[in-house]
């Protein structure tokens, strides 16, 4: 299957700082979705990115379609408490979506 | 907001047993997940399913596994002998013609 590699696995930041994250694959895809999991819950969607080069803002969090198509980043400004929990990204390609191992961010107040 | 629902929050069941999860889709949406999450996993992907029909499925989802839609609303994946290894957080998710899917609250399935 298409694998995804995300990173940083985990992420420990005070309160306040900007936060950074990413996505890799060798394969293209048509899609990128991030997802946000909270402990015992089901992944919600974030951020949804269907052109390559796209930009695209949700309150404090912003995202990016990588240009080859094989990548996407995620930025959230001025973290804050309740940002803590567990990123996925996602890919769609053919009617599947391929997940990323997820990045757990913990935020210090 | 409309949104994905499942039933039940937790099942426990013993090794061998069978098992239903169900799962009602947002009323519009025409395209079916199920997924698995280990713990301390990743959303690892299951099934899709359209038109009545699977429309692809990944190697975990063996002859164990099947899904249905036996009426307009439910979607459900029934696991005919569970084993140790099939527990996990089971998560449903639908989506309309565009990529985006939602995704449901999930089932923690316990297989003792």
């Known amino acids: 299957g298409q694998q995804l590699n995300q990173s940083p696995q985990s992420m420990f930041i005070q309160e306040g700082e900007d936060v950074s994250m990413n996505c890799t694959s060798s394969?293209?895809?048509?899609?990128w979705l991030w997802y946000k999991q909270d402990p015992g819950e089901g992944p919600v969607l974030l951020i949804a990115l269907y052109k390559a080069g796209e930009l695209t803002s949700n309150g404090r969090l912003t995202a990016q379609f990588g240009i080859t198509r094989k990548d996407s980043f995620l930025n959230i400004s001025a973290s804050i408490p309740s940002d803590v929990g567990i990123y996925f990204c996602a890919g769609y390609n053919f009617n599947k979506f391929y997940f990323g191992s997820g990045t757990k961010l913990n935020v210090k107040p | 907001e409309p949104e994905v629902t499942q039933t039940p929050s937790h099942q426990v069941t013993q090794m061998g047993q069978e098992v239903i999860l169900r799962c009602v889709p947002i009323?519009?949406?025409?395209?079916f997940y199920w997924y698995r999450q280990i713990l301390g996993q990743k959303v690892e992907f299951l099934v899709s399913f359209y038109n009545n029909e699977i429309s692809e499925k990944s190697e975990i989802f063996d002859d164990q596994f099947s899904v249905e839609r036996p009426d307009g609303s439910n979607f459900t994946l029934k696991i005919r002998s569970t084993k140790l290894e099939d527990s996990a957080m089971y998560f449903c998710?639908?989506?309309?013609?565009?990529?985006?899917?939602?995704f449901g609250p999930g089932t923690r399935l316990t297989v003792l």
């Open positions: 009323s519009n949406h025409l395209y």
């Open positions: 394969s293209i895809f048509n899609t």
């Open positions: 998710a639908s989506r309309v013609h565009t990529d985006t899917q939602y």
